[in-house]
């Protein structure tokens, strides 16, 4: 079980660094097994072409158990390929046919400058956190974790908004390279607890404008960020954002 | 014995870190604006003392080879974090989970450093739900507790089966504050590759960055490595793919000692390996021995479904070998008895390299309190399933699914298959209690340092650990150096120091993409694996070791004249960033082997066949071995052996029992 004996034909976005331009290159690949996750096929592939003298495909990839965020493949025109739920580097090609052509494409959006072959660069949502997805507190400053009780509802859905990994999938699917997904999950987590209240409104508006100021396209509700995310992060979360938004002209005294 | 000095402040262990916090020499805040700090990880470990060190007003520079802190390898802990809050009444204190931690790393571990991380266990809690840390909660909306191997206590609190990602988000985001408020430099994509040393002390790193190639050069009056762990070196472990040892290895290399190098933990509930092919193995978090029931057939060979197989044809090992903890039983016991039930012959699969982690009990038993609670009396037992099912999601939903995007069965109908890995090593750069190494201003924290586990991690504690180190400890303790540095200026990078150590850094890359072998680094990688993992993992024995110090010796040679590392330096470069970290485990597998074969005694992770108790538990020697084994680099690839005695004072040193 090894080995496996699916032949498979790849098309792979090939690109030297961000100043050239790139093409799809062909690959054909046999003996893949069902059982080899998607990037152990490209392992497979790597290691061919290392053998033929040829320039690997340079890859993000770290923990490869769908956690941290770090693989960004496009599969056939999918953020992650065909499977919902998953990452790229969860997706198994038992989720594939033997003699398939699969094309494979870095994440596209301004914002995410492709770096090499099928890595971007997506500091641009660091930055975005740095603006303000936090709560304001020095270590040493806090007090008893069960002084605050807080209704298992509310805590479950902050949890929710936090799983997000932030590997930008929302922001390839969409056709505006919206990041909207990303921002709002963040801010969503810290307005439903109780600890974010106090930055709420001044976090809100310093989020968005780093979004915007970082060149991620508007949302205009299509929905495909919410239906390609790995982790499930729901739609709920922009309403929540733009109605925080929207209210923080009112309630905060302090516009940003 | 000891010829190091561990610096443990005198008195009471109960008031050691109390007094110590009040008499450590303070930096004054116009002092810490023009001190610098370099901070090499970002994950629990090492972004919560950026951002804390930060948040104290030092010039703070963080580096992480991951195109984001976000993304660092704590970020894939699942199960949960200890703390003895004793919120469930059952009866933990400080003492308590300083007693597990010591008990659990089989009395290998210095009392001093656990206790204090026992001690400020509790006030990590408090911090990350501060900083809006979902942690679970109760329908009283106060924090939910589980239980963990090797304890008898509820103590652990967790986030669903993901509580290393929200614990490093919420490091993260703190870090990003500080990032944001230009207290922090961020060097991502960037990987240590040389300490620089300036008389005698460490005064900054050399660095690559990935993206240009370009070799750069950092000043820092300290350095702390926050770097992980070094499971990579058997190829195949729950370490991410690009988590590795050279940054401790250079440091090592530059003087610090390397202690305890063969405390590796195999973590006993781990997806079995499917083929050749595999990258890496996907551990199934600890947390499913609360619900999950393990065992194998009672018969030989048994080629049945889990599911035909009655239920006294079955051989529930763990309760049966050990009443008292039975399925929770701290991971070094549960792996040999995987092992132990698979050598004899009774392993499942089709490898037979598997044991079955089984919630059907479990399962039916949450119907029955869901039924009763929805007041359905004698349910029957489709009913109890059902209901019990959705309770079994609800705890670990994300951990189910996993199982069956990665083995593509279903864990809700048959019992998950299961079988031991590397996930954490106890090892690390030795460190002091000030968790400075043994060169001065080179400090260790988090999994990277050797300090708080000993031969053995208990679950749930190495969360704890990167935490304290970060938030708590590092921060008080590198003042007491620092307060003695105020008066050193920055020295520039052009420092004959810094222009040699980076020709060493540049001198091994470009050794490395000259060869022109045949071998891809991958090759070497595995084989590397293949000879710890048969020689040097679950069980060690003296003939073993001494094959593989000789097989890695060859594999080294082999390794420097025909490695094949395609493209050029300058450019982004993973080959060359892979190669590069296969020659020092590769290093750092000869010490790991040369460690296993001086510890004679079993203690732990580290088993000597040699060195057992009847019943096969590790049989420890404390008159011999109570002690750190911390190796110092020698020229060419030699190590030479000092050694810290292991003082237990404040409890009594016993075989480890949990039957």
């Known amino acids: ?233 729901s739609l709920e979360n922009i309403a929540r954002m733009n109605r925080d938004f929207a209210s923080a002209k009112f309630v905060s005294e302090e516009t940003i | 014995m000891s010829d190091i000095n561990s610096n443990i402040p005198e008195g009471e262990l109960t008031n050691k870190w109390t007094k110590f916090k009040s008499s450590v020499p303070l930096v004054n805040p116009s002092n810490k604006r023009t001190i610098e700090v370099i901070i090499v990880g970002s994950g629990l470990a090492g972004a919560s003392a950026a951002a804390t060190l930060a948040e104290m007003g030092y010039k703070v520079k963080c580096f992480c080879f991951q195109d984001s802190p976000r993304r660092a390898h704590s970020i894939a802990a699942q199960g949960g974090i200890n703390a003895a809050k004793n919120y469930q009444n059952d009866g933990d204190s400080v003492y308590r989970l300083f007693y597990d931690t010591i008990k659990g790393g089989d009395y290998r571990s210095r009392e001093a450093n656990v206790h204090r991380l026992a001690e400020v266990s509790t006030n990590i809690i408090d911090q990350c739900v501060a900083q809006g840390v979902p942690l679970a909660r109760e329908y009283g909306g106060l924090l939910d507790n589980r239980s963990f191997g090797g304890t008898q206590v509820q103590r652990t609190f967790y986030a669903a089966g993901q509580t290393g990602q929200q614990l490093l988000l919420g490091a993260y985001s703190a870090l990003e504050r500080q990032i944001g408020m230009g207290k922090v430099e961020m060097y991502t994509r960037h990987e240590m590759l040389e300490v620089v040393k300036i008389d005698g002390k460490a005064r900054g790193i050399i660095a690559r960055n990935l993206i240009t190639g370009e070799i750069e050069r950092h000043f820092g ?68 021995r609360n619900d999950g029931r393990i065992w194998v057939p009672k018969k030989k060979d048994d080629n049945r479904k889990a599911s035909e197989i009655p239920e006294d044809e079955r051989d529930y090992y763990l309760e049966r070998r050990y009443p008292a903890f039975g399925n929770l039983v701290p991971r070094d016991v549960a792996s040999r008895a995987a092992k132990e039930r698979c050598d004899a012959g009774y392993g499942v699969g089709a490898s037979k390299l598997a044991v079955y982690l089984d919630f059907k009990a479990n399962t039916e038993r949450y119907g029955k309190i869901e039924a009763s609670k929805s007041g359905i009396h004698n349910p029957d037992k489709e009913t109890c399933m059902r209901l019990g099912t959705e309770v079994i999601k609800a705890k670990y939903g994300n951990l189910f699914d996993m199982y069956a995007q990665i083995t593509g069965e279903n864990p809700y109908e048959t019992p998950m298959r299961i079988y031991p890995a590397v996930h954490y090593t106890m090892g690390g750069l030795w460190v002091d209690y000030n968790l400075m190494t043994s060169v001065p201003g080179l400090y260790c924290t988090g999994e990277a340092n050797f300090s708080d586990h000993g031969a053995n991690r208990l679950g749930a504690s190495a969360l704890m650990q990167g935490l304290a180190d970060g938030y708590f400890v590092l921060p008080y303790t590198i003042g007491a150096y620092l307060s003695k540095e105020i008066s050193v200026k920055a020295i520039p ?167």
């Open chain 2, 221 to 288: 009056h300290a350095v702390v490595l926050g770097t992980g762990g070094y499971g990579n070196v058997f190829y195949l472990s729950t370490n991410a793919m690009g988590s590795n040892v050279t940054a401790a290895w250079k440091a090592h290399k530059q003087g610090a000692y390397f202690a305890n190098p063969c405390y590796t933990q195999i973590h006993p509930t781990c997806i079995p390996v499917s083929g050749d092919h595999q990258s890496k193995l996907t551990l199934m978090s600890e947390s499913l």
């Open chain 1, 1 to 233: 079980m090894s080995t496996g004996n699916m032949n498979l034909t790849l098309k792979v976005w090939r690109q030297k660094n961000n100043n050239t331009k790139g093409a799809l290159v062909d690959y054909k690949l046999a003996g893949i097994s069902p059982d080899m996750s998607f990037l152990e096929m490209f392992d497979v592939l790597n290691e061919d072409l290392i053998t033929k003298g040829e320039e690997p495909v340079v890859f993000d990839h770290d923990c490869r158990e769908g956690i941290c965020g770090m693989c960004s493949m496009f599969i056939n025109g999918r953020p992650h390929g065909p499977k919902d739920l998953v990452t790229t580097c969860q997706l198994h090609m038992r989720s594939f046919k033997d003699g398939d052509t699969i094309v494979v494409e870095p994440w596209r959006a301004a914002a995410f400058p492709v770096v090499k072959d099928l890595t971007v660069d997506r500091s641009a949502f660091d930055r975005v956190i740095a603006a303000g997805g936090f709560i304001s507190v020095n270590t040493g400053n806090a007090q008893d974790a069960n002084s605050l009780p807080i209704p298992k509802m509310q805590a479950d859905a902050a949890f929710e908004a936090a799983a997000c990994i932030g590997c930008g999938a929302c922001v390839a699917t969409c056709k505006n390279a919206s990041a909207m997904l990303f921002v709002s999950a963040k801010i969503s987590q810290l307005a439903l607890l109780p600890q974010g209240q106090p930055e709420r409104y001044r976090r809100v508006q310093s989020m968005v404008a780093q979004m915007d100021a970082e060149g991620f396209g508007n949302c205009t509700n299509t929905g495909a960020c919410e239906a390609e995310c790995p982790k499930g992060i």
């Open chain 2, 493 to 659: 990078t052009d420092h004959p120091a810094f222009v040699e150590a980076e020709e060493r850094a540049k001198g091994i890359l470009n050794t490395l993409i000259n060869i022109k072998g045949t071998k891809s680094v991958d090759h070497f990688h595995k084989r590397l694996g293949h000879i710890m993992w048969e020689k040097c993992g679950m069980s060690r024995s003296e003939t073993g070791l001494k094959q593989a110090i000789e097989d890695i010796r060859a594999l080294r040679a082999e390794f420097w004249s025909n490695v094949k590392v395609p493209g050029i330096a300058e450019e982004l470069n993973p080959e060359l960033e892979k190669a590069g970290r296969v020659a020092d485990f590769i290093e750092l597998g000869e010490l790991m082997c040369i460690d296993a074969l001086n510890r004679n005694e079993s203690c732990g992770g580290h088993f000597r066949e040699e060195y057992q108790t009847e019943e096969g538990e590790a049989l420890r020697d404390d008159e011999d071995f109570a002690y750190v084994a911390a190796w110092e680099f020698k020229e060419g690839v030699n190590f030479e052996l000092h050694k810290e005695e292991l003082k237990f004072e404040n409890i009594k040193v016993a075989q480890r029992s949990y039957k």
